[in-house]
Each structure stands twice: as C-alpha cells, then as structure tokens.
C-alpha cells in the first residue's frame, strides 16, 4: 500500500477533495473518507452533493442505510464497509492506526491537509515519521504555482 501526503495550500480541500474521488472511482476504487469531527463530517456530506452545479459524488454515511452500495463512504471510525481500495484522512485523522490494523485492504492512503494550518502541518510531520518508521511506502505530494500536484518526496 502507498501512503500519500497531500499538502494543501493553493486551493482549499473543498476544493481538491471532491476531483480526487472522481479520479478514484473512475479507477474503479470505491472510497472511505475519515474525518475527525462529526462538524466536519456533516460538511463533507453537504460538499460532495453540491459541490457542482452539474454533478454530484454518490456517497453515504452510516445513518443512510445500506453502506456496503455507497461508492464514496463518510465516517470517523476505521470502518471500511464499502470495501474501498482508497481511504483519505482530512485534516488530523489518525492514519496510522487504521493503516496499521488493515493495510492490505487498501492499494492508497492520503492524508490530506492544510499547510496553512500549523496544528495540521504539525501532525502531518509526526505521522510521516512514525509511517516511515515502520517501514511504509510514503510520498509527498504538494500543490505547484500552477494548482498542479508536484511529487517533492
């Protein structure tokens, strides 16, 4: 499994997040996305149906049902009801932990966060150190003047 680190800093993850899971259900990868507050969660849910006029990302959280059928599922637990092949941290998820129980059921993590944030910045840090410490595959990823994603680690 590869652990991506994505640091925002040209656009927003309102932005970012929801091409991302584009680009990973056209893959055919279902996804998890891992919040830290039920706050945040709730946001994510509203983004991902209004993020653009003329389309919106099918997902769903556990008080919707049936969530083995979402192709995108919400949540702040470990859970991986969906069988997603991608799982994406926001903000300070702890991705650690749930790499650690169940690597081998996913082919990608992210951690995406705000480089503006130095909560944020301070925990992306430790969490590469201590992913690199055990001996994960980890990259680094971040936004070029253009918006463009540039690999710098």
Same mark, same amino acid.
């Given at each position: 499994?590869? *652990?991506?680190?994505? $640091? &925002?800093?040209? $656009?927003?993850?309102e932005?970012?997040?929801?091409?991302l899971?584009?680009?990973?259900l056209?893959?055919?990868w279902?996804?998890?996305?891992q919040?830290?507050?039920?706050?945040?969660l /709730?946001?994510?849910? $509203? &983004? !991902?149906?209004?993020?653009?006029?003329?389309?919106? &990302?099918? $997902?769903?959280l556990?008080?919707d049902?049936?969530?083995?059928?979402?192709p995108?599922? !919400?949540?702040?637990?470990?859970? /991986?009801?969906?069988g @997603?092949? *991608?799982? *994406?941290f926001v903000?300070? @998820?702890?991705?650690q932990?749930v790499?650690?129980a169940?690597?081998?059921?996913y082919?990608?993590?992210i951690?995406?966060?705000?480089? /503006?944030?130095?909560?944020?910045l301070? /925990?992306?840090?430790a969490?590469?150190?201590? !992913?690199k410490?055990?001996?994960?595959?980890? @990259?680094?990823?971040?936004?070029?003047e253009?918006?463009?994603?540039?690999?710098?680690?």
């Open positions: 499994m590869e *652990i991506w680190f994505y $640091h &925002l800093q040209r $656009h927003p993850l932005r970012v997040l929801p091409n899971l584009e680009k990973s056209e893959r055919g279902r996804a998890v996305v919040a830290t507050s039920e706050e945040r /709730n946001a994510l849910d $509203h &983004l !991902l149906w209004t993020y653009a006029d003329e389309s919106f &990302l099918a $997902h769903g556990a008080r049902g049936d969530a083995t059928m979402q995108v599922y !919400l949540t702040l637990g470990a859970e /991986n009801p969906n @997603a092949k *991608i799982r *994406i903000e300070a @998820a702890n991705v932990d790499v650690a169940d690597a081998s059921a082919e990608r993590a951690l995406m966060f705000d480089g /503006n944030d130095p909560d944020q301070g /925990n992306a840090r969490q590469w150190k201590a !992913l410490d055990a001996g994960f595959a980890v @990259a680094y990823w971040q936004q070029g253009n918006g463009r994603w540039e690999k710098k680690a």
